[in-house]
């Protein structure tokens, strides 16, 4: 969905901010995306953003003049609509939100688009009596090229001493 504020008061009346997906500021400090100058605007007045849900919401960031939606001041944050009024001090905004059109939405999922994961894959294989499973060391790396045992699972002392004096390769357990 595309979000904008449109100015509804002052010089740059008319005049429509597009809002970013991620996080949007309001305020006089310097890192703020919109900065009025205005001493009735905080430093840090609030921010519009999107919830999980995607929706447009507002939050007041502990302003001294608190924010308003529709003539009502915010606490926490409030999902907003299309149409919904903003003012911010001195400011007043009127929120423009566009669902996105119909054909830049993603296809929905389909049993065609997954139906290799519910399907047996031909080169499966079942662990039966005849599989053996053999257990490997879990070892630590300590530098370049060092390992360091932690533990040994499925081994005997000899093999440990082995495993203990050689250099780390996966060969070595690929053999039987």
């Known amino acids: 969905m595309e979000a904008k504020l449109r100015v509804l008061v002052g ?7 597009p809002l970013p997906r991620s996080q949007f500021i309001i305020g ?45 001041p915010i606490q926490g944050t409030v999902r907003v609509k299309d149409g919904d009024e903003l003012r911010i001090g001195p400011l007043r905004f009127q929120f423009i939100i566009e669902p996105e059109p119909e054909d830049t939405l993603p296809e929905p999922l389909r049993k065609e688009h997954f139906h290799w994961l519910m399907e047996e894959a031909p080169d499966s294989f079942d662990l039966d009596s ?9 070892v630590e790396f300590e530098g370049e090229g060092q390992a ?7 081994t005997d ?20």
């Open 11 to 17: 010089q740059a009346k008319g005049r429509e901010i």
């Open 28 to 72: 006089r400090d310097s890192v703020c995306h919109l900065r009025p100058h205005s001493p009735l605007v905080s430093k840090f007045h609030c921010a519009i953003g999107r919830n999980a849900a995607g929706e447009v919401v507002v939050r007041d960031l502990k302003s001294s003049n608190k924010t308003y939606l529709n003539g009502r």
């Open 130 to 138: 005849d599989t053996t499973i053999v257990g490997l060391p879990t």
């Open 148 to 154: 360091k045992e932690t533990e040994e699972v499925g």
């Open 157 to 176: 002392v000899a093999q440990q001493d082995a495993i203990a004096n050689q250099d780390l390769s996966a060969g070595q357990y690929c053999t039987n």
